[in-house]
């Protein structure tokens, strides 16, 4: 029961890092010490799984994916997704510098917690870090798209959720800004449970998980520390779109200079970002990025102690 609680709060926790855009689930899972138990249950949704369910061997079926453990890290994605996104929006529009403060640090330590699980950093590895990191950091000055709600985009969206659970580093939220959709889904569809969004976004994040997990799979097995050298990089480089102290910078129109409204909704373009004054605010921030880290470093502790009780 104690695995089974902690299982669910990892899921929520992943569910709720999908929620904010510039964080990325699959970063949660990597310093939760999910990950490959993860990748390797998604990837075991195969052929000998379908066999295995048509067959009504359902107790042979649970065992080939790993179902207990999904069933409860899902429970707590989906728990977390549904009612974090409303608070999340809440948050964002009050007190934005304080929650990006508190995943700053939440991310910034995941950086030397996923380095870590590099055996050997040699200078191809860390060209790869580099890589990795000059890729996220390009994102941040990608220009959004329009919002679209045509079943098709929806799927790609989908797509590119799963992808952030799957990809340490790769924020699906932000993405999903980026292609214009992040409004519709996470804070109006998954809130409220519009089917007609959801359907065509979850169909998407099946096919990518059965695509993607493979992927990893097969590259953490046969190119463990150049795929995780690459991740650390991707997460690295994330920090740059989760800094604190940004301005949005809205959509305008070229000829007037005034803002483009998507049904009286201004649309984020990028972002400016820029030091902060020392005052108050700042020292809270400080603070809340470092209990960021001292989260972290507990969940560590935490997973530490029931291996051993294991």
């Known amino acids: 029961m104690k695995n089974n609680i902690l299982l669910f709060l990892k899921g929520a926790a992943i569910g709720a890092a999908n929620v904010i855009p510039g964080?990325?689930?699959?970063?949660?899972?990597?310093?939760?010490?999910?990950y490959e138990k993860l990748i390797n249950s998604l990837k075991s949704f195969d052929l000998t799984a379908v066999k295995l369910l048509l067959s009504f061997k359902i107790k042979d079926f649970a065992a080939h994916i790993n179902l207990p453990?999904?069933?409860?890290?899902?429970l707590g994605v989906g728990i977390s997704l549904v009612t974090l996104g409303k608070l999340a929006d809440y948050l964002f529009e009050r007190y934005d510098v304080l929650v990006w403060s508190f995943f700053f640090g939440l991310i910034a330590i995941s950086v030397y917690q996923v380095s870590r699980e590099v055996k050997q950093w040699s200078a191809a590895n860390i060209l790869l870090f580099i890589i990795g990191a000059a890729i996220a950091v390009a994102l941040a000055y990608i220009k959004p798209a329009s919002e679209n709600s045509?079943?098709?985009?929806?799927?790609?969206?989908?797509?590119?959720?799963?992808?952030?659970?799957?990809?340490?580093?790769?924020s699906g939220s932000f993405?999903?800004?980026?292609?214009?959709?992040?409004?519709?889904?996470?804070?109006?569809?998954?809130?409220?449970?519009?089917?007609?969004?959801?359907?065509?976004?979850?169909?998407?994040?099946?096919?990518?998980?059965?695509?993607?997990s493979r992927g990893i799979s097969y590259l953490l097995k046969n190119f463990h520390d150049q795929t995780i050298s690459v991740l650390a990089g991707f997460i690295l480089g994330s920090l740059m779109i989760i800094w604190p102290w940004k301005q949005e910078v809205f959509l305008t129109d070229p000829a007037t200079g005034a803002e483009i409204l998507k049904k009286?909704?201004?649309?984020?373009?990028?972002?400016?970002?820029?030091?902060?004054?020392?005052?108050?605010?700042?020292?809270?921030?400080?603070?809340?990025?470092?209990?960021?880290?001292?989260?972290?470093?507990?969940?560590?502790?935490?997973?530490?102690?029931l291996q051993k009780e294991q």
């Open 69 to 74: 453990f999904l069933v409860v890290l899902f």
């Open 23 to 34: 964080v990325s689930g699959g970063t949660i899972a990597f310093i939760t010490g999910i």
């Open 150 to 170: 045509s079943f098709f985009y929806l799927f790609i969206c989908g797509i590119v959720a799963m992808a952030s659970m799957i990809l340490p580093g790769l």
């Open 264 to 305: 009286g909704e201004k649309i984020v373009q990028g972002y400016e970002w820029f030091f902060p004054e020392v005052n108050g605010e700042f020292f809270i921030a400080i603070s809340l990025m470092v209990l960021g880290v001292l989260i972290v470093l507990g969940i560590e502790l935490m997973a530490g102690k």
């Open 175 to 212: 993405v999903l800004i980026l292609m214009g959709n992040y409004q519709l889904i996470m804070l109006k569809a998954a809130p409220s449970l519009e089917f007609g969004i959801l359907i065509p976004v979850v169909i998407g994040a099946v096919v990518g998980f059965l695509i993607l």
